[in-house]
């Protein structure tokens, strides 16, 4: 396994760090673990990096840290998982708050309200970059460009919801030939993705979803039964319960979702 060659530490340098740089949201952190884990680092093939990412995609949440978790746990196993997935987010928690702060005591003055301002369309070329960047690795033919283009149509000229627009993105991809798509990989990334699969069993299947369920209420009943069920603080926790399981798509989704 490629954990075998990269230590811990170097891992969870890099996690934090990317923690504290990842702006853009999920495309531009995408985009910046693909530079760093495949271009620079090496850690990951490009199929396999492609392959991750497009199962995270088909599942509802925040894919870009799936993402980070996925790759964390391919080069050291659960440790790894653990460390990929917290410090992708912590750092901006911190920021987050720090950042809040200061638009909630000064945000009215002219010249922080123009320095948030000024800030979307950094955010916006960053985004625009992140995309043209991983669509060049993924789309490699023509019948691939038109089913994006067709893709982007439905979601932006016809509102059509976006769980809708990936099932019928995958129907189309398996009724199509690997050959007409220009979809293939190589021997070794084959190989690579092949032996990332582990199977233990459905018991243990059962044992982390159980155990994954108790973390995820946990908070919210003790919060049920401290503060009252009526609480605000159950409502945004039941409300966020909701968005992480209906909005397919990651963070994008799930502005639209919860505006």
């Known amino acids: 396994m490629a954990g075998d060659m990269i230590t811990f530490g170097d891992a969870v340098r890099y996690w934090l760090k990317l923690g504290f740089i990842s702006f853009g949201g999920p495309a531009g952190q995408i985009a910046m673990m693909h530079k760093e884990v495949v271009e620079n680092k090496k850690w990951m093939s490009e199929g396999h990096f492609l392959h991750a990412l497009n199962f995270c995609m088909l599942l509802p949440g925040p894919e870009a840290q799936q993402l980070a978790t996925y790759i964390g746990w391919q080069l050291h196993g659960t440790r790894g998982a653990l460390s990929a997935g917290i410090l992708?987010?912590?750092p901006s928690v911190f920021i987050l708050?720090?950042?809040?702060w200061i638009y909630v005591a000064v945000?009215?003055?002219?010249?922080?309200?123009?320095?948030?301002f000024g800030l979307k369309p950094a955010v916006a070329a960053i985004v625009g970059e992140a995309a043209i960047r991983i669509g060049k690795k993924s789309l490699r033919s023509s019948t691939l460009i038109a089913l994006a283009a067709l893709s982007f149509v439905a979601i932006y000229f016809l509102n059509t919801p976006f769980p809708v627009i990936v099932l019928s993105a995958g129907i189309i991809g398996y009724a199509f030939d690997t050959r007409l798509t220009g979809a293939t990989r190589s021997v070794s990334d084959e190989a690579d993705v092949a032996a990332s699969i582990v199977s233990n069993g459905w018991l243990r299947a059962l044992r982390i979803t159980a155990f994954?369920?108790?973390i995820w209420f946990l908070p919210i009943l003790v919060l049920g039964v401290w503060r009252g069920w009526d609480d605000i603080l159950v409502d945004i926790g039941v409300l966020f319960s909701k968005a992480a399981v209906v909005t397919f798509g990651g963070a994008y989704a799930v502005l639209g979702y919860i505006s």
Not at 97 to 100: H, Q
Not at 107 to 116: C, Q
């Open 107 to 116: 945000g009215s003055m002219p010249s922080v309200a123009a320095l948030f």
């Open 88 to 90: 992708f987010v912590l």
């Open 212 to 214: 994954g369920l108790l």
């Open 97 to 100: 708050w720090g950042v809040s």
